[in-house]
């Protein structure tokens, strides 16, 4: 396998407490991702605050095969002892949170070891689950402005952050379909998400995948882990991200996307990511120049 090149590397701030790293990357990919992630006694969350680059994936190659690939969210896992294959189409600027949370830190809040089952495994390449995202935001201001208490506030934050991992990973129903939705229903819904327009009600996805509303609520939830509704929020919120670093402009970005007005796209963007979609668009328009 040919080995991922960096135009460049920049480690932004780090902070480290007993059970965790955190640390943020900045990635100026001269070429398409092609990288093995991996930790033995780590659990590795990523959150990238810029749109990751051009249909960004990953595939358990050892446990799938080297073919399938999943579409990579705004959050991914990596459980430890697993070898995650990541490619993507185009290079590109990229800038995440990172943060490696001690395995122990996360089993002793698992009753137990947990097998890595191929759903979780899927789960957690595309995490939607609003506490996970909220600890990740939170150690991202610590690791930036560091003030007093900051390390006391870190080991907090990581401590929290280790607990909603294991529920998450609870919360992924094991077996076959009857505790979730099949992997082609669960494709439908991505592959319908990523379309324009209004996002699809809960009708639109239950009829879509020929089934009742509740089974596609309570599937959905023991498949990924997330509400469905979290779901639809993030996806469009990542579109929303790639648009933005674009020429179009932000009230055509807000119509295309469903939005009734460019007022109600800024309140859920911001709600979601914590600046403006102008703010988020000048930022990256510093890290590209």
């Known amino acids: 396998m040919e080995p991922e090149t ?162 998450y990973c609870r919360a992924i129903a094991e077996g076959p379909i009857t505790g979730g939705l099949a992997s082609w229903r669960l494709r439908l819904i991505d592959e319908r998400l990523q379309q324009f327009g209004p996002a699809p009600s809960l009708e639109d996805l239950a009829a879509l995948c020929h089934i009742s509303v509740r089974q596609l609520t309570r599937g959905f939830r023991s498949s990924r882990g997330c509400s469905i509704g979290d779901h639809v929020t993030q996806t469009r919120i990542e579109m929303a991200k790639r648009q933005l670093g674009s020429d179009e402009g932000i009230k055509s970005i807000a119509f295309s996307l469903g939005f009734a007005s460019p007022s109600s796209f800024a309140f859920a963007f911001r709600r979601a990511t914590g600046a403006t979609p102008s703010q988020f668009r000048q930022r990256q328009q510093r890290q590209q120049g």
Not at 63 to 91: T, Y
Not at 108 to 114: A, M, S
Not at 133 to 150: D, H, I, M, Q, Y
Request: charged share 30%.
């Open 6 to 167: 960096f135009a460049e590397t920049v480690f932004e701030g780090e902070l480290s407490v007993p059970l965790a790293t955190a640390r943020i990357m900045r990635f100026h990919l001269d070429r398409p991702t092609n990288r093995i992630f991996r930790r033995e006694h780590h659990y590795w969350l990523d959150l990238c605050f810029t749109p990751r680059p051009e249909k960004a994936r990953g595939c358990y190659s050892d446990r799938w095969g080297p073919h399938r690939f999943e579409r990579l969210g705004e959050i991914f896992l990596v459980p430890p002892g697993e070898a995650l294959h990541v490619r993507s189409d185009k290079g590109g600027n990229q800038a995440s949170i990172v943060c490696e949370i001690e395995a122990k830190a996360v089993e002793r809040w698992l009753d137990g070891d947990i097998e890595w089952t191929d759903r979780r495994l899927a789960a957690g390449l595309d995490i939607a689950h609003p506490h996970i995202r909220s600890c990740l935001f939170r150690l991202a201001e610590e690791v930036n402005r560091p003030g007093p208490g900051s390390m006391v506030l870190v080991e907090m934050i990581a401590g929290q952050l280790a607990i909603e991992v294991a529920r």
